[in-house]
């Protein structure tokens, strides 16, 4: 029998989504806005990377603020840096030539002496001793030679009166000669002995300054001393040794064989003062095969002593000088990927860049071989805030070491500063060379 249903009754059983199902469905929206976000983000801020050295291309902004200064024409000297060593022209130790008794010291440590100062006395008794005996022993040859003279006159007259045999004129002959060599002998002992007696007699060989003395009064000295008795050394003049690459030798060559006198400055170990000058020399006649160098000589009068041998000094050789080159400071010349540049600044104060090649240079400006001309404005103080064709304000942050004045400056005492913006108180034209200069072109 079928049972009725009364639709009223049928309920409708929905199924329940488990609890995974229902979280999957609300992070997914969040977890895609989020990355969405973040990759829109990224790919704003990232941009195409650009060397640092490399200038970039304009971007918009406000103008840089920059200090700058004017390339002018001037003198640069072409410098080779080095470092020497002072050498003495002379050094010479004192040595006693006889042995004997050292009796007395006749000078004082650090004394300055000239050649034939006494300097000490060895015991020349000995000596004296000697020479009395060859004077004894000459005036007895000499005594025998007169006899023998006078016998050899006697026996030629009889010879002619033939009383006498030839033979014995003949030996008589001999033995006068014989004695004649005896005093000669007699005479060259007593030279001898008069040579001792003044070696004896110990003086300075040359001019100089002495050292300190090695052996005291009273010691047994012999011509075999190793230390001597003291050491003199030539102060002046002096010179200075040093050391150039062979690659600038046929510069310096040249001019040295044109007649120039190449000027030599020695400056201080902190190379901030200059102790001397003088003038280059000569060369060695070899170029060192382990350091690729050749070794020079420099003379200086060294009047007041200031360079003493074997003192480390650094050597500035100017070799020659470039006239009418175009100068900037050094601080304007940049290095880029493509070699050396600078920031040029237009009429309109828009920077652009230019490739350069630089030349001799110094602590405080370069020479502009090629790139730059006279008169024309560059950047010396932030420089690492531009870009090619950016816009800069000229701003006034004082002078800076070897920069230009800027147009229209004028030229200050080194180290003041200049009301105007851009300038600098050294002219390139004629600020001497520093003590880093170096001819090395800046490339």
Request: no cysteine; charged share 15%; hydrophobic share 40%.
């Amino acid at each position: 029998m079928n049972e009725t249903v009364d639709p009223s009754e049928i309920k409708i059983v929905t199924p329940t989504p488990t609890r995974r199902r229902r979280w999957g469905s609300f992070l997914t929206p969040i977890v895609l806005g989020i990355a969405a976000l973040l990759a829109w983000q990224y790919f704003d801020k990232v941009e195409t990377p650009v060397p640092a050295s490399a200038p970039r291309s304009v971007p918009g902004g406000a103008p840089t603020s920059v200090r700058v200064a004017t390339a002018q024409t001037g003198d640069m000297p072409i410098v080779l840096d080095a470092l020497g060593t002072v050498t003495s022209l002379a050094t010479v130790t004192v040595h006693s030539q006889v042995t004997g008794k050292l009796l007395e010291i006749g000078f004082k440590e650090g004394q300055f002496v000239k050649a034939g100062d006494f300097l000490a006395q060895v015991d020349a008794s000995p000596f004296q001793a000697t020479l009395s005996q060859y004077q004894a022993q000459l005036q007895k040859d000499t005594a025998a030679v007169s006899q023998a003279q006078n016998d050899l006159a006697r026996y030629q007259v009889l010879l002619k009166q033939n009383s006498i045999s030839t033979q014995q004129v003949d030996d008589q002959t001999f033995l006068v000669t014989q004695d004649k060599a005896a005093a000669a002998a007699d005479q060259a002992q007593i030279d001898s002995a008069n040579l001792n007696i003044g070696y004896a007699h110990i003086v300075a060989p040359i001019t100089g300054r002495l050292g300190l003395r090695l052996v005291d009064a009273g010691n047994y000295v012999t011509p075999g001393d190793a230390s001597g008795i003291v050491v003199i050394a030539q102060m002046s003049p002096i010179s200075v040794a040093f050391s150039i690459p062979e690659a600038n030798l046929p510069q310096v060559a040249a001019r040295l064989k044109a007649g120039a006198k190449l000027p030599v400055d020695v400056l201080d170990r902190a190379n901030s003062k200059t102790i001397a000058s003088g003038e280059l020399e000569t060369y060695d006649n070899a170029i060192d095969m382990t350091t690729g160098t050749i070794k020079l000589r420099a003379i200086f009068a060294n009047e007041d002593e200031t360079l003493f041998p074997n003192q480390f000094v650094n050597v500035r050789l100017r070799v020659d000088t470039l006239a009418g080159a175009v100068l900037a400071p050094s601080a304007a010349v940049q290095i880029g990927a493509n070699g050396s540049f600078v920031y040029v600044v237009g009429d309109d104060s828009t920077v652009s860049v230019r490739p350069v090649t630089g030349g001799a240079n110094d602590q405080s400006k370069i020479a502009i071989l090629s790139g730059l001309s006279a008169g024309e404005r560059v950047v010396i103080d932030g420089v690492d805030r531009l870009r090619d064709g950016a816009k800069v304000v000229v701003t006034d942050g004082g002078p800076s070491a070897g920069a230009t004045p800027g147009a229209g400056d004028k030229k200050q005492p080194r180290g003041q500063r200049t009301p105007k913006s851009g300038g600098n108180p050294a002219a390139a034209g004629s600020a001497s060379p520093t003590p880093q200069a170096s001819a090395t072109p800046a490339n």
